[in-house]
């Protein structure tokens, strides 16, 4: 099973400039998800999309956050004025429901990092 | 959520099996145990689930009790490779069901 690819690896960006954050599942999965992580905390839930629709979002993910499938592959996550407290490691996710595969499978992440 | 009580931190020889408790007094019926890892600098990765009976795969073996009140993630020959946090998580239902992370536990292995 492929990996999910997440780029860019780093960001750096100005507080109130708006990131988005990129990341290539499997176009045939139906569940993809978004966690962050902050240095040295724990990963953090952000959103679920289902079916091209949000279907659960945390406290965190305030008006701020929007999440995007636009093309049918590629899943994106944007911050539209970010914050100092934005910076952290931000994880996409899909699920595989089953078979040999079964489970979660996170990207490797991109830190972000706001200034 | 329901919850999980894990170690903060374990040490284990390079070579020899390790035991990676976790309580979870107060899971339901319908939960699944799951353990995903997280190496140094990567997201997290899936080891292994159960629901009822113990588990073997390529990764790791997962032995649940009677009871289902615990369960203990057993790597049966720690390689340096394996040192990550472990996290031990409790979920309903797939697919459209978050994983709730703890704090896990830090496992270190000593070459």
């Known amino acids: 099973e492929p990996e999910v690819t ?4 780093h960001q750096v960006t100005q507080m109130g400039q708006e990131v988005i954050l990129r990341c290539v599942p499997i176009s045939n999965h139906l569940y993809f998800y978004w966690y ?10 952000l959103v679920s999309f289902y079916n091209n629709e949000i279907s659960e979002k945390s406290e965190i993910f305030d008006d701020q956050f ?15 004025s970010t914050k100092l407290e934005d910076s952290a490691m931000y994880f996409c996710a899909k699920a595989i429901l089953q078979g040999k595969d079964y489970g979660y499978t996170f990207g490797s992440g991109t830190r972000l990092t706001v200034v | ?14 070579e020899e099996p390790v035991h990676l408790p ?3 007094s107060t899971i ?8 995903y890892r997280q190496l140094p600098s990567q997201g997290p990765e ?10 073997n795969n ?6 649940i009790a009677e009871d289902r009140k615990s369960s203990t993630l057993i790597l049966h020959r720690a390689t340096l490779r394996d040192a990550a946090v472990y996290y031990c998580i409790l979920s309903a239902v797939f697919g459209n069901e978050k994983l709730t992370f703890g704090t896990g536990t830090r496992l270190t292995i000593i070459p």
């Not at chain 1, 997440?6 to 690896?9: C, E, F, L, N």
């Not at chain 2, 959520?1 to 170690?7: L, N, V, W, Y």
């Not at chain 2, 339901?28 to 353990?35: A, E, F, L, P, Q």
């Not at chain 2, 899936?46 to 588990?55: M, Q």
């Open chain 1, 36 to 45: 962050r992580q902050i240095l040295g905390q724990k990963v953090e839930f």
């Open chain 2, 28 to 35: 339901s019926g319908t939960d699944y145990i799951h353990w």
């Open chain 1, 66 to 80: 929007s999440v995007e499938r636009p093309d049918g592959s590629n899943f994106t996550l944007k911050i539209r």
């Open chain 2, 58 to 63: 390529r990764m790791a073996s997962l032995a």
């Open chain 2, 46 to 55: 899936y080891v292994i689930h159960g629901l009822t009976s113990n588990v």
């Open chain 2, 1 to 14: 959520d329901a919850k999980t009580t894990q170690p903060n931190s374990m040490e284990s020889n390079e």
């Open chain 2, 22 to 24: 976790c309580n979870h």
């Open chain 1, 6 to 9: 997440q780029t860019p690896s």
